[in-house]
Nanobody, 115 residues
Framework: QVQLVESGGGLVQPGGSLRLSCAASKSIFNFDVMGWYRQAPGKQRELVAAITNGGGTNYEDSVKGRFTISRSIGRNTMYLQMNSLKPDDTAVYYC?????????WGQGTQVTVSS
């Protein structure tokens, strides 16, 4: 069983930055994949960024060059650095991991980009 706790969301102006954190209740060293998803009102949940056990990353096209996913194995934490934020980035952001082929989700953190 894995518990995930997101933090770092909030209200930011367009062009601003936020860093999201996802703290896991156990070592992330052997997690198969870790990722960030988001869901805006009236829209389906979508993958924003993912990082594999080997450190490979991939990003949704609209966030490439603006968002960076990373992890700290020592802190059992995954991060999403979000720069040059746009109103379209407004959503609830969820942490997601696969551990031994079982999928886990965090509770979500709200990100609102507005002037």
């Amino acid at each position: 069983q894995v518990q995930l706790v997101e933090s770092g969301g909030g209200l930011v102006q367009p062009g601003g930055s936020l860093r999201l954190s996802c703290a896991a209740s156990k070592s992330i060293f052997n997690f198969d994949v870790m990722g960030w998803y988001r869901q805006a009102p009236g829209k389906q949940r979508e993958l924003v960024a993912a990082i594999t056990n080997g450190g490979g990353t991939n990003y949704e096209d609209s966030v490439k060059g603006r968002f960076t996913i990373s992890r700290s194995i020592g802190r059992n934490t995954m991060y999403l650095q979000m720069n040059s934020l746009k109103p379209d980035d407004t959503a609830v952001y969820y942490c997601n991991v696969y551990d031994q082929r079982i999928e886990y989700w965090g509770q979500g953190t709200q990100v609102t980009v507005s002037s």
